[in-house]
Structure formats: structure tokens, C-alpha cells
């Protein structure tokens, strides 16, 4: 009797341990992921209509996503999004993977100031995404100008003004701020590679290079391949900064397509008349995402370097 | 080794605790620490400071809170009178009522039709249509007549939409404009001269002296407060190219990309539109009136124009086609692209305080002074509140009397002289073009319906509401935050001076444009067609925002053949 009061109370602390431990993730991942994306999911097969006053809602049909798809083809603006999109993307594969992978081999070689340098590159990661922009944004848009003006005493634009090199400003600013998270993950995962293997390749005659391209690559091609795989999803959400930069008001010539869908929910201020063709672009940009995604993970295991 | 250690781990853990206490930190200011004072009952009111302050908040909270010492507003509770806790912050609240925990809300950017539809905020006919005495206690207000009664007409149609009921009251009003220091017109002769004849040199265009008699103005009458300010835009570039050398013509904060070239676009298009014409953005029936509207370009890039009504049917395309409309644009990609125009701060960035800071002392300080800012009416509000002219008097010896800074009355013919604006004055009513301003911020009072359960507290908060309505309230809040209510009341001469008098007096003697209206057009559409910032009116099919493609070096016969397949 004893035992099994024992044994009961063993469970239940057990099982408070689990629900705390899962519980906020849990209830977290279904309000912010399932319970959205799956209104978001109704909201594009329905209609809202203010009629004498009243708010009526009706069964759409394919009428809002059929929409979005042409609107998707006709639009030249979203000409803009797809190159930012895949431009942004690129940039984020370039930095996240041949810059990220070198630094994060070189702390995990523990080399001169490796520390330092992982704790100054992860240091973006830690600081709230809004106010690290702000700051660069102003850095450039006053202080650059105010230093240029100290020194040559001529007046230049600030950079959002500044039409050429806008652009190119929010495509650096991306590019560093990708760099630190994914480093953290890298520099985690190659603390897993067993040190055996390490050691086999140096007695090899590996030199440096060799042992990264032949052991620590696919020791880590796993998370690397999760890493771009899931990264492509950025393609038809990221908005990549450019809100931070240029509220709603941004040149045509920066839209993202995760940048168009939020400013126009953000423009539709709760009014749920405006949302159902918001949601079904969504679900249309979903429906390229998808394939897309399934594509290159397929491809990624099939052609992808094994740890054997 | 060990000492190594020991500091890295201290010096993680600083780093760990500034990283988790940010928040706190951000948040800290953002509470109201007054202590609760249980022996009175409770109301929390929020308001959103931007343009208008808290002070008219903190104010009406001390009147209410002293009128209502001894009132018991939750009967048997053994509590005499009410303790108001204000929140006065910017954030956007007013869209997540559910999770608010105020129960009167003063908010900018409401979306009242989709705030009614969502039964997020409380019914309050009962209160608007009562007189007022008899809501608030004849002992604490005299006033027999109703807060409905102080309602513009376009008003009374949107707020009762549903089912003929009230569940907001507007809030405080401001309408995009140039501001233009008067002081520096006066210095500098920036009039135009009565009938200049044949004009050889640009000089000639502009009194000789104070004695001079000047043009007619833009609203086409001699001997009005406008008179010898740019009665058309070709008088308006005329004055921008005279003045250019020793004055720049506009400042305006380039920082939310464009905002400010909005409030460019909306002042000139109402101004060429006319109230009547700009109401149709709202009801989308001209009931037989014919719009001037461009029909295409021809080869020079001129605009053919012909004469349309607007009906439910072809509101789209005929709205979106307005000459108004693309004169605005050409306006504004006059100022966005002449580079001598514009003030240093236009394109660097900074921010808009900052350049209202630079535009108040570029008398005093600065290589020239600056002519023309193009902002909100509020604009003086947020300027004093930052203590911009109590520090520039402090500055500058003589600050007051070489300033004065009042909102600029803009052309309403596009083309020609002074003597053809005479022409048009002459044929409105008491020989006069007036001027049109817009109700910018979509700003509404409203209950939260989150407590309507709870009648004590309900009723506290109706009296609450009905109070910032009375004569003395919205006096009071005129004096206190320069900016009117959009509500149709008297203010006695003499209790406004400055500033908070001038903006007054324009928006009183304007043609005002509201804009909503309850048809369902409307409300379906009306971010295509509504002059809020950052609404759809001035976008095109392909193109965001004409200050980004003016910028990018789009014409505006572009950008306005763009916006007129945006509905087609």
C-alpha cells in the first residue's frame, strides 16, 4: 500500500514536471501557430460585407484565393517581392551558411579570441530586432551625414532618403544581423562531433580545410540542411527589417512579400471586411512554399553528404 | 584560472540580468504608480498623447474628480467620490480592448464601424442624447442641451450607423497643412502685389512697401487675412523662386518615408477639390454634380480632362481619376525633387520634433531661414510641449516679435493670377473661395464593453464621458492642447490666444470635410478612398507612395495614370 502511494506520488510529481516543462510550449505553439494559421486558413473562404450597418459574413469560396493568385501574376509589384524575397534569402544562405560556418569553425577550434568574437557576433542576437534597426538607422542617417559634414563640411543625404543606397544599406543590415544565431547553433553542433573523428582525420594527414569539408560538414549537414530548408519559408513571410526602416511607406523597389502582407494587415486596422483576401495571399504564397520546401529537403537527403 | 573564470560567469550573469530586465525596464514608464485610495471608486482612462498632450486629460480628471467629491457612484459601498487613473501613452490599445483594462478610451486610428461590429465598445445613446444637465446633475452642469446636439451632421450619420444607436463620440481633430511664419513674410515683403501690370523682373510681383496694397490672396477677396499670399500654385513657385536665395521654402521630416509629403498631398488636393468634392471620397454619389476628372494625356504629357458625375457604379474609376488629385501629385513632386526648395533636415532624416525645433529658430540659428513647414495643425502642441519656444525665447533676444506661426492658406485654383481667382470668388456665395481642411486622426471617444456587466462602474464611466463633452470640457481642451474637438461648438472671444487662437479661427471659418459617412461603400472600401496617412488614397496599382516614386524619379503623369487603374 505503501509502494503504490509511493509510486502514484513518484507519477504526479512526474507529471507536473512534464506539464511545466511542456505545457508553455505547447499551449504557446497551438495559439500562435495552429489556432492562427488555421483562422488564417477559414478567413480565406469567407466573405465580409458591412450591409445597412450590419457585419454579414458569407461562404467565398475559391473567389478570394483564385484573386490572389492572379493578383500574384499581374501585379508588377510583386515583381519587386519575388527579387528582394530571393535576393534576401541568398544573402541570408551566403551569410548563415559560408560566413556563420567559417566563424563558428573557427570559435570551435577555439583559436586566438574565438570567445570574444562569438560573444561580439551573437551580442545583434540578444538586442530586440527594433531597437537594434533604430539604431543603426539613425547611426546612418544622422550621425554619417554629421560626420561627413565635420570633416569635408558638405552636406550629404541620409541613407533612407538616399534612393541609391537604400537598398543596399537594408541588404548589409540583413546580412549582419544573420550572422550571430545561426553561429550559436553551428558552434553547438560542432561541440557534439566526436573528438575520435577529429583525431582519425589529423592522424590521417587531414589538413585543416580537409577535416571541415570531410568531418565537420557532414557532421553537421543535418542542421545546416534544416537551416536552409526552413529558411526558405523567409522567401514568402520575411519582411526582413524593411518595416523598421520605413514604417508603411517603403519604396516599391524594397517589398518583400512577408513585408506586403504586413502592412496590409497592418492597413486594415481590425477591420475583418479587409482580411479574407489578406489571408487567402497568404494561403496562395503558402501553396508555393510548400513544394518548394519539400523539394529541396528531398533533394538535400538524397544529395546531401552522409556522416559515413 | 580560476579568477578567469569567476569574471567571465559575473560578467555572463550582468549580461543575462540587463537582457531580462530591458523589458521591465521599457515597461517601467509606462505604469501610473499612484497608490489606489480605497475610500473612493475607480475609473481608468486612457489617452493617446500624440498631438494633443494629457494635459487636457489631467485636467478634466481634476474638474470631475472635485465636482464628484462627495458623489457615491457604487451606492452601500461606504465610498464618496472617484479616484481617476489616467493612462496617457501612444499605443495602440484601441485594438485590443479585450485585453485592456481601461474602461474610457480616447484613441487616434479607431476603426469605430469595426469596433461596433466587434461589440467591443459600449452603447452610449442614453448619454448623448439627454441634456446634458441631466446626465451630469444640474448642481454640476447647467447645460440643457445634448452632446448630440453638438454633433456636425457627417458625424451624427457614421457614429449611428447601427441600428440608428451611438457608441463613440469624436475626439480631437487636426488636418494636414503648411504652418508659415508670418513674421518673415512681413520682413521680408513675401506679399504679392495688387495687379503688378507687365512684370519684367520677378521683384515686381511682391509689394514694395507696407503701404502696398496686396492681391486678393487665395480666397479671392480683397481685404481678408490672406490677402498677397499665393492666390494660385504658379503664384505659389513664383514666391518659392524669389525667396530661395535667402529663405528656403520647406522643412518637413523625411522619417516615416513621407508621412509629411501625405500631408502635403491632402492640404492641396482638399484645398483644389472643394469640400463638395472631396465629400464624394465618403458617399460616392454626386447626385448628378459633374467632377472635373482626366481622361488620359495627350502627346506633351498635358492632361485631357472632361466632366463626369460620380454614381455607386463608377465611383472607382471616376474617384480615382480627380484633376484635383494629380495636381497634388505635381505639387508634391515639385517640392520632393527641387532640391533648392528644401531644408538640410528634409533629407537627412531627422526626425519630427527635431525639425520643428530647426523651423521655430531658423530665424536665429542656421545658415537661412525656413518659409514653410508642411505637418499636422497639432504640430505647436507637440513643439510647446517639448519646451522648443520657451527655450528659443530663452535663446534669442527678440524671438517673439520675429515669429509668428500660423497655418498657411494654399491656393484653391492651380493655375493662373490672382485677377482669375478674383473671377471664381466672384461667382461663390459672399464673394469668397473658402478654404477646406480635413478630420485627419480618426480620433474617437468610446467605453469599453469589456465591463458592461458591472453597472456601478458603467454609469461612473458614462458620467465620465459625458463630462469631457460639456461647454466648459471642450473649452478647456481647446485652450490646453491648441487642437479643436470635432465637435460644433462656440468659444468665447478672448479665452484663446497664439497659436491655439489662429488654428482655431482657420478650422472654424473652413469648409470641414469629416470623413466617414454610413453608406456601405464606405465601409466595405474606405481605405481606397479615405485621406487617413497611410490609407490607399494616394497609392497607385504598382506603386506605394508618391513620395518614394517621386523620389525614385517616377513623372507624376506616371504615377497618376497608375493610380487610375487602381480600380478598373
Known sequence: MQKQRTMKKEYVQKLIFYVSIIGLPLIQFMIFYLFVNFNSLLLSFKNYEMIGGELTQSFAGFTHLLDAYKLLFTEPLFAYCLKNSVVFYLLNVISGTVFSLSFSYYIYKKRNYSNFFKAMLYLPAIVSGMVLSVVFKYFFNLGIPAIVKMVTGTNILGWTDNFIVEYYMVVIYNFIISLGSNMLIYTGTMASISESSIEAAQLDGANKYQEFWYIVIPSIFRTLSLFLVTNLLTIFNGQHNIFNFFGQKASEKLYTFGYYLYIQVLGANGNLVEFPPIAALGLALTSFAIPIMFTVRWLFNKYGPSEE | ?568
Open chain 2, 1 to 568: 584560472m580560476r579568477q578567469k573564470k569567476t569574471l567571465t560567469k559575473l560578467i555572463a550573469l550582468c549580461i543575462a540580468i540587463i537582457t531580462t530586465c530591458s523589458a521591465f525596464l521599457v515597461s517601467a514608464g509606462c505604469t501610473n504608480d499612484s497608490p489606489i485610495d480605497t475610500s473612493k471608486s475607480q475609473l481608468k482612462v486612457y489617452s493617446f498623447t500624440g498631438g494633443v498632450g494629457r494635459a487636457f486629460l489631467d485636467d478634466a480628471i481634476t474638474r470631475f474628480q472635485n465636482d464628484y467629491a462627495n458623489y457615491e457612484f457604487e451606492p452601500g459601498s461606504g465610498k464618496k467620490g472617484v479616484q481617476i487613473i489616467p493612462s496617457a501613452v501612444k499605443s495602440t490599445e484601441i485594438n485590443t480592448l479585450a485585453s485592456s483594462g481601461n474602461h474610457v478610451l480616447f484613441a487616434e486610428a479607431a476603426n469605430y464601424d469595426a469596433l461596433v461590429s466587434g461589440e467591443d465598445v459600449l452603447e452610449v445613446t442614453d448619454i448623448v442624447t439627454k441634456p446634458l444637465n441631466q446626465v451630469l446633475g444640474s448642481d454640476v452642469c447647467s447645460e440643457t442641451a445634448t452632446i448630440e446636439s453638438k454633433l456636425y451632421p457627417e458625424s451624427k450619420d457614421y457614429l449611428t450607423f447601427k441600428d440608428g444607436k451611438y457608441f463613440g463620440l469624436p475626439h480631437y481633430t487636426y488636418y494636414s497643412t503648411l504652418i508659415y511664419n508670418k513674421k518673415l513674410f512681413d520682413d521680408n515683403k513675401l506679399y504679392f502685389i495688387n495687379n503688378p501690370g507687365e512684370v519684367t523682373q520677378p521683384e515686381e510681383y511682391f509689394i514694395f512697401s507696407s503701404t502696398d496694397v496686396k492681391s486678393c490672396g487665395p480666397d479671392g477677396k480683397m481685404g481678408t487675412s490672406d490677402d498677397g499670399l499665393p492666390a494660385t500654385w504658379d503664384e505659389f513657385w513664383i514666391l518659392c523662386d524669389y525667396m530661395k536665395e535667402t529663405i528656403t521654402p520647406f522643412t518637413f521630416t523625411n522619417t516615416n518615408s513621407g508621412e509629411s509629403i501625405e500631408y502635403l498631398l491632402n492640404a492641396v488636393y482638399l484645398n483644389l477639390a472643394g469640400k463638395d468634392q472631396a465629400r464624394l471620397n465618403y458617399t460616392y454619389d454626386s447626385k448628378g454634380e459633374k467632377i472635373t476628372i482626366i481622361e488620359s494625356f495627350d502627346t506633351q504629357g498635358n492632361p485631357v480632362t472632361k466632366e463626369e458625375v460620380v454614381t455607386n457604379e463608377n465611383y472607382g474609376v471616376v474617384l480615382n481619376s480627380q484633376l484635383a488629385k494629380y495636381q497634388a501629385i505635381e505639387v508634391a513632386n515639385k517640392v520632393i525633387n527641387a532640391t533648392d526648395y528644401r531644408s538640410t533636415d528634409s533629407k537627412t532624416g531627422l526626425n519630427m520634433l527635431r525639425v520643428q525645433q530647426n523651423f521655430i529658430e531658423s530665424r536665429h540659428y542656421g545658415s537661412k531661414p525656413t518659409a514653410f513647414l508642411i505637418e499636422g495643425s497639432y504640430w505647436y502642441n507637440e513643439a510647446a510641449d517639448a519646451n522648443y519656444f520657451d527655450d528659443a525665447k530663452n535663446a534669442y533676444n527678440g524671438f517673439e516679435s520675429m515669429n509668428e506661426f500660423l497655418p498657411m492658406p494654399l491656393p484653391r485654383v492651380y493655375s493662373g493670377t490672382a485677377e482669375d481667382v478674383k473671377q471664381v470668388a466672384s461667382t461663390k456665395k459672399d464673394g469668397i473661395i473658402k478654404h477646406v481642411v480635413n478630420d485627419q486622426p480618426d480620433a474617437y471617444g468610446v467605453i469599453n464593453a469589456k465591463f458592461a456587466g458591472d453597472t456601478n462602474l458603467i454609469n461612473l464611466a458614462k458620467m465620465f464621458f459625458a463630462y469631457c463633452y460639456t461647454q466648459e470640457s471642450l473649452e478647456q481642451f481647446t485652450i490646453l492642447s491648441r487642437c479643436p474637438k470635432n465637435m460644433n461648438y462656440e468659444i468665447p472671444e478672448g479665452k484663446l490666444t497664439g497659436y491655439a487662437k489662429a488654428n482655431w479661427e482657420y478650422y472654424k471659418s473652413a469648409d470641414l470635410v469629416n470623413p466617414y459617412s454610413s453608406s456601405d461603400i464606405y465601409m466595405n472600401k474606405k481605405r481606397q478612398f479615405s485621406l487617413h496617412l497611410s490609407n490607399s488614397f494616394w497609392r497607385g496599382k504598382t506603386y506605394t507612395s508618391v513620395y518614394a516614386s517621386m523620389r525614385d524619379g517616377r513623372t507624376p503623369q506616371s504615377y497618376f495614370e497608375d493610380v487610375m487603374i487602381k480600380m478598373a
